[in-house]
């Protein structure tokens, strides 16, 4: 599995961004594909997912109502719509995929990674 994140940079706080995953070499229709963040200094957490199956989404508390994800199946893309971005927002974001699996979205049940795309929001 080949994952490719684009679509970082700098914005003011209150603006908006969309990072973009192109997503390659799936062997299953079942999966979960998500993005993730990490920010200097922190651990690295979950930021939204969905699967593959029935678009089921999850979003962590700090973007639920802000950001937005969706994928375009025929482009084997997913996408992070984010908006009213936040100085906390701030972080290097990955996207992510694993073979399907219903329980929760820990960045270590995640198998395949992409290399990050730099978020900041700054003024």
């Known amino acids: 599995v080949q994952l490719q994140a684009s679509g970082g940079g700098l914005v003011q706080p209150g603006g908006s961004l969309k990072l973009s995953c192109a997503a390659s070499?799936?062997?299953?229709?079942?999966?979960?594909i998500g993005w993730f963040r990490q920010a200097p200094g922190k651990a690295r957490e979950r930021v939204s997912c969905?699967?593959?199956?029935?678009?089921?989404?999850y979003y962590t508390e700090s973007v639920k109502g802000r950001f937005t994800i969706t994928r375009d199946n025929a482009k084997n893309t997913l996408y992070l719509q984010m908006n009213n971005l936040k100085p906390e927002d701030t972080a290097t974001y990955y996207c992510?995929?694993?073979?399907?699996?219903?329980?929760?979205?820990?960045?270590?049940?995640?198998?395949?990674w992409g290399q990050g795309t730099l978020v900041t929001v700054s003024s």
């Open positions: 070499g799936f062997t299953s229709d079942y999966y979960n």
């Open positions: 992510a995929a694993r073979p399907y699996y219903s329980g929760p979205h820990y960045p270590n049940t995640y198998s395949y």
């Open positions: 969905i699967s593959s199956d029935d678009g089921t989404t």
